[in-house]
């Protein structure tokens, strides 16, 4: 179907809406090789930029889509493709038949196919997914790669388009199909990350020099281009800039979601999600310093440990053997920790599954009597899972994370209901799948 609204010569006339760091990249090598008609951006003054050597600045996405055949986003999350498309003044008030929208934000394909279909049946006009790999600076180089979910007809419209920015782009399969390849691709970048920082660390506390491994990994199976980019990043005191926290976590909660509708466990999704969230409440939004920093504990300004989850570096704060290469007493041992501050108890405690049936036997610190007496059932079912690491927040609020199952739950118990007097201490508890947000509040145990 031929699109009823003007176009350049031989190329489709291109609107374009979102211009984040990533959304300027895209929308100024469209303007450079002159496939750019106008722009729009919630914020009009990124767009002022952009609206010289004769790019326009559209009033509204309404306005846009009215002047072009083809509509880009590339915008933050689900809410704000929804509010460009169907809020006032947005693409669904112009769009017609055989008009494309091309959604290069990263969202869930559980929402894409919701609104690609809503579009459909409102206007006629067509929808692709196509999130994107390789960040702005991917975009200025064009070699972004691109997943898209949509037509085949729809997609050969799109390939002259991309041709400015992209070095690869592939039609994966039908409407959320894109979508489901980019959450994908950001699983694997997400646990790959971990295992850098972790990694990180244990060729400093073996003696080896961290900066040495992308090229003393060159060529192996280890070999990629993150541990080439962002490895050296995780260099004590680099502040380098390198995609943001925040949008990376909601990428691996839709994953998750994605995955529990699908019937998929994702227990190291779950896991790289939960160190991410906590790391999110002391450290900067650049997650390539988030996961070393985590890892490495709150540094010495920090006014407690408490809010640090127990993790393998605890285990590697000193080499595993002497710098001459000889080994040390240490191979084989784990270095002592640290004692904990005065009349505060370890945050550290680490605590190890039980066969079912059998009761726990752990330290639980000053609040033993009141967490043992009479524990929730919850309790010796989280053990059962798997390991449980324990933190306690600068509030009281002591943590406990199941992680490494997918059916990973984590159980809290309220300051509120932890007295200075254990008999007056009644512990509740909580669950939640690790990266829901939806939080099932359970009852207390029975006294």
Same mark, same amino acid.
């Given at each position: 179907? &031929?699109?009823?609204?003007?176009?350049?010569?031989?190329?489709?006339?291109?609107? =374009?809406?979102?211009?984040?760091q990533?959304?300027i990249?895209?929308?100024?090598?469209?303007?450079?090789?002159?496939?750019?008609?106008?722009?729009?951006?919630?914020t009009?003054?990124?767009?002022?930029?952009?609206?010289?050597? /004769?790019?326009? !600045?559209?009033?509204?996405?309404?306005?846009?889509?009215?002047?072009?055949?083809?509509?880009?986003l590339?915008?933050? /999350?689900?809410?704000? #493709?929804?509010?460009?498309? =169907?809020?006032?003044?947005?693409?669904?008030?112009?769009? &017609?038949?055989?008009?494309?929208?091309?959604?290069?934000?990263?969202?869930?394909?559980?929402?894409?196919?919701?609104?690609?279909?809503?579009l459909?049946?409102?206007t006629?006009?067509?929808?692709?997914?196509?999130? #994107?790999? /390789?960040?702005?600076?991917?975009?200025?180089?064009?070699? %972004?790669?691109?997943?898209?979910?949509?037509?085949?007809?729809? =997609?050969?419209?799109?390939?002259?388009?991309?041709?400015?920015?992209?070095?690869?782009?592939?039609?994966?399969?039908? &409407?959320?199909?894109?979508?489901?390849? +980019?959450?994908?691709?950001? #699983?694997?970048?997400?646990?790959?990350? $971990?295992?850098?920082?972790?990694?990180?660390?244990?060729?400093d506390?073996?003696?080896?020099?961290?900066?040495?491994?992308?090229?003393?990994?060159?060529?192996g =199976?280890?070999?990629?281009?993150?541990?080439?980019?962002?490895?050296?990043?995780?260099?004590?005191?680099?502040?380098?800039?390198f995609?943001? !926290?925040?949008?990376? %976590?909601?990428?691996?909660?839709?994953?998750?979601?994605?995955?529990?509708?699908?019937?998929?466990?994702?227990?190291?999704?779950?896991?790289s999600?939960?160190?991410?969230?906590?790391?999110? +409440? $002391?450290?900067?939004?650049?997650?390539?310093?988030?996961?070393?920093?985590?890892?490495?504990?709150?540094?010495?300004?920090?006014?407690?440990?408490?809010?640090? %989850? !127990?993790?393998?570096?605890?285990?590697?704060? +000193?080499?595993?053997?002497? +710098?001459?290469?000889?080994? /040390?007493?240490?191979?084989?041992?784990?270095?002592?920790?640290a004692?904990?501050?005065?009349?505060?108890?370890?945050?550290? &405690?680490?605590?190890?599954?039980?066969?079912?049936?059998?009761?726990?036997?752990?330290?639980?610190? @000053?609040?033993?009597?009141?967490?043992?007496?009479?524990?929730?059932?919850?309790?010796?079912?989280?053990?059962?899972?798997?390991?449980?690491?324990?933190?306690?927040?600068?509030?009281?609020?002591?943590?406990?994370?199941? %992680?490494?199952?997918?059916?990973?739950?984590?159980?809290?118990?309220?300051?509120?209901?932890?007295s200075?007097?254990?008999?007056?201490?009644?512990?509740?508890?909580?669950?939640?799948?690790?990266?829901?947000?939806?939080?099932?509040?359970? @009852?207390r145990?029975?006294?």
């Amino acid at each position: 179907m &031929t699109s009823d609204a003007a176009t350049t010569t031989g190329t489709e006339s291109i609107g =374009f809406i979102g211009l984040g760091q990533l959304g300027i990249a895209i929308a100024q090598q469209l303007a450079t090789y002159g496939r750019l008609h106008t722009v729009w951006n919630r914020t009009p003054e990124r767009a002022a930029d952009l609206a010289t050597t /004769g790019l326009s !600045r559209a009033a509204s996405p309404a306005d846009l889509m009215r002047d072009t055949s083809m509509a880009i986003l590339c915008v933050s /999350g689900a809410s704000a #493709v929804e509010e460009v498309t =169907f809020g006032p003044g947005g693409l669904a008030e112009s769009a &017609t038949p055989g008009k494309i929208v091309v959604d290069h934000s990263s969202i869930s394909p559980l929402n894409t196919r919701d609104i690609a279909a809503r579009l459909a049946r409102e206007t006629g006009a067509h929808w692709i997914d196509a999130p #994107v790999s /390789g960040g702005p600076q991917g975009a200025v180089a064009g070699t %972004l790669t691109v997943m898209a979910g949509g037509s085949q007809e729809d =997609f050969r419209r799109l390939e002259p388009v991309l041709s400015a920015y992209a070095g690869r782009c592939t039609l994966i399969g039908p &409407t959320g199909a894109g979508q489901a390849a +980019k959450l994908c691709n950001q #699983v694997i970048v997400a646990a790959t990350a $971990w295992g850098l920082a972790e990694a990180t660390l244990l060729a400093d506390a073996s003696g080896i020099d961290p900066a040495g491994l992308p090229e003393y990994l060159r060529g192996g =199976f280890a070999d990629s281009p993150l541990l080439h980019i962002l490895q050296p990043l995780m260099a004590p005191g680099d502040t380098t800039h390198f995609g943001s !926290r925040d949008l990376l %976590l909601k990428d691996l909660d839709d994953a998750l979601a994605l995955g529990r509708a699908a019937g998929c466990p994702l227990p190291v999704t779950a896991q790289s999600a939960e160190l991410m969230r906590t790391a999110g +409440k $002391w450290i900067s939004p650049n997650y390539n310093g988030g996961h070393i920093d985590l890892l490495r504990g709150p540094p010495p300004a920090a006014p407690s440990p408490s809010t640090r %989850l !127990r993790t393998g570096a605890d285990h590697c704060s +000193k080499n595993l053997g002497t +710098k001459d290469g000889a080994a /040390g007493d240490t191979r084989n041992s784990p270095s002592p920790a640290a004692p904990p501050p005065p009349h505060e108890e370890n945050p550290m &405690t680490e605590l190890t599954g039980t066969n079912p049936g059998q009761p726990p036997t752990v330290d639980l610190g @000053p609040h033993a009597d009141a967490l043992t007496q009479n524990p929730h059932p919850l309790y010796a079912q989280l053990l059962e899972k798997g390991p449980i690491h324990r933190a306690i927040q600068p509030d009281g609020t002591e943590t406990w994370l199941i %992680l490494g199952h997918p059916e990973a739950k984590e159980a809290l118990a309220h300051p509120s209901a932890l007295s200075s007097d254990p008999a007056n201490a009644t512990p509740q508890w909580r669950a939640r799948y690790l990266g829901d947000p939806d939080a099932q509040e359970l @009852p207390r145990a029975s006294p």
